[in-house]
């Protein structure tokens, strides 16, 4: 995998990749934890940080 396509959801405009850079952003969490989390629990950006606050980073 290509350096762009793994971070394609940098600059994508879906609410899924919003989701997961915000998680990013905002948590302890990896780029691929986040993108985990919003396919297994949607883009309820509320849920979302629930959970990833019982989470932690990978390391």
Do not use: C, F
Not at 14 to 40: C, F, H, M, W
């Amino acid at each position: 995998m290509t350096d762009t396509a793994r971070n394609d959801w940098l600059t994508s405009d879906s609410r899924e990749d919003g989701e997961i850079k915000y998680l990013v952003e905002n948590t302890d969490l990896s780029p691929n934890q986040a993108r985990a989390l919003v396919r297994k629990h949607g883009t309820d950006r509320r849920k979302l940080l629930e959970i990833a606050r019982t989470m932690k980073a990978e390391g």
